[in-house]
């Protein structure tokens, strides 16, 4: 071999090295993606995030397989409008869900037949697509179903006050009504979860030899507080004193909404996480089982922030670590959750990122991913730098979100800044609270008089970000 030989032979092995990581996409495998939604996990409730009192062995083993990001937030600080973000990419002052409006008997209010989703972007890339766990866009066959929003298989709850249940009398596959026959009367013969997460296994199996993309909208740890035996027993006794809930257990509201009893709401609560950790362990597992490890994108992340319904105790398992508020809050504690993504040979193992972003983030990073085109009217900006290390990230100007329920409040974080507005149904011109986030992660002392000029850009953007709807009113 010539010396010339040798030395081109070099320059392209160094050139071949330079672009491990990127991706080709008119040339790569299509990519799968599963999206893991935990229901209420509040920032803290992960050993990698800094929860103490119990351990999620799998999920932090996702999180040191990958990257795991710190300034991460939900669409909203309530299920069907953080969904509705997660699925438009588009903020809750634009989209059309921003409330968890009901529909009687089962369901919520439905996305706009013109919404255009993840799963439709997806299924028009040539993916199969499948959700299982909790729906809430949309009662069963109105234009929200999800069968009619790009999910060519639907498997769980599609009503958000029945999917407080987890020893429902039926779940959906697809419009399809399958009674469980084991939970009739007061008997608790079948874990919705468990039966979901099968399900979703088989889901994985089915479409190993296409690309898919996997949503999973778990319920856990949404109230009411309930977890198989085998997991109860591994708790029990180790938080004591216990805290006891007294709820429904009969009659009107039973397994309709209201929540079931819980006389170890501790150790139930515990319980969850774990089953829930296990069953991110089984996810991955499968996808390793099938080979499908360096060509599958994991994510794992909650709707909002943790909750203190049906028993739950937040604080007693510092379920929001330094952040102040719960669900419904519009505080950091209601809206910035867990982050954490994994995929080999494209996302480097074991880092960390403070890049500030936000669910509907999501719809523009499958799209770069897949290097399709995304809607005009969307408010989101592509996190695939981030996951990747490739390419320049752009940074968003602000991120906002309203919430008409409560009061009526409004939010904006824009660079070190957050400000939060209550009470607007009452006073539409109610005081802004200001932080600065870099200096006043708990958000405890409100700034706004020393920076009147930050406050008036504040109340521009809200003006700005803001498209009145039909439905969800001050």
């Known amino acids: 071999m010539t010396r010339n030989l040798l030395l081109s032979l070099f320059i392209l092995i160094g050139l ?52 795991r990001f710190t300034q991460h937030y939900s669409g909203s600080t309530v299920c069907a409008p953080s969904r509705s973000a997660l699925m438009t990419g588009q903020h809750t002052g634009r989209t059309y869900i921003r409330g968890n409006r009901e529909y009687q008997p089962e369901g919520q209010h439905p996305l706009k037949e013109e919404a255009v989703t993840i799963a439709e972007l997806m299924k028009k890339a040539g993916y199969a697509t499948g959700a299982f766990g909790k729906w809430g866009l949309g009662y069963p066959g ?21 999917g407080h249940h987890y020893y429902p009398y039926f779940l959906r596959s697809n419009q399809d009504s399958l009674v469980l026959e084991a939970n009739a009367g007061n008997k608790e013969g079948v874990y919705a979860p468990n039966l979901i997460h099968e399900k979703t296994l088989e889901f994985i199996d089915d479409n190993k030899d296409k690309p898919f993309f996997l949503y999973v909208p778990t319920i856990i740890p949404h109230a009411e507080l309930f977890a198989p035996e085998e997991y109860m027993a591994k708790y029990r006794g180790k938080f004591d004193p216990e805290h006891q809930y007294k709820g429904v257990d009969s009659g009107e509201g039973f397994r309709k909404g209201a929540y079931g009893s819980q006389p170890e709401s501790h150790a139930a609560f515990a319980a969850m996480i774990d ?15 099938l080979g499908l490890t360096n060509n599958t994108l994991i994510i794992f992340t ?99 979100w309203e919430f008409a329920a409560v009061g009526g409040r409004k939010a904006v974080r824009m660079g070190q800044w957050k400000a939060v507005q209550y009470d607007i149904s009452k006073n539409p011109d109610a005081p802004i609270e200001l932080y600065n986030l870099n200096e006043d992660l708990g958000e405890e002392n409100n700034v706004a008089a020393n920076h009147p000029d930050i406050v008036d850009k504040i109340v521009d953007i809200m003006k700005e970000a803001h498209v009145e709807s039909p439905l969800f009113k001050f």
């Not at 179903?145 to 599609?158: K, L, S, T, W």
Request: with cysteine; glycine share 12%.
């Open 16 to 67: 071949a090295s330079c672009r491990t990581g990127e991706r080709d996409t008119e040339n790569s495998p299509k990519p799968n993606i599963i999206y893991i939604l935990a229901d209420d996990l509040g920032y803290g409730d992960l050993s990698c995030y800094g929860q103490s009192k119990f351990s999620t062995p799998n999920i932090d083993k996702l999180a040191e397989s990958g990257i």
């Open 142 to 162: 109105s234009e929200g179903d999800p069968n009619n929003q790009g999910f060519d298989v639907f498997f769980g709850y599609n009503c958000q006050r029945l």
């Open 275 to 289: 089953l829930l950790d296990t069953q991110v362990g089984e996810i991955v597992a499968k996808v390793n089982e």
């Open 302 to 400: 909650s709707d909002n922030g943790p909750h203190k319904e049906g028993g739950a105790q937040p604080d007693y398992f510092n379920s929001n670590g330094p952040l102040r508020g719960y669900k419904r809050d519009l505080y950091e504690g209601g809206i910035r959750v867990p982050f954490v993504a994994s995929w080999p040979g494209q996302i480097k193992p074991g880092t960390t990122s403070d890049h500030i972003s936000a669910f509907w983030d999501m719809l523009p990073t499958f799209t770069d991913l897949l290097g399709m085109e995304h809607p005009d009217n969307i408010d989101g900006i592509s996190m695939l730098p981030s996951l990747t290390g490739h390419g320049t990230q752009k940074e968003h100007n602000y991120l906002y």
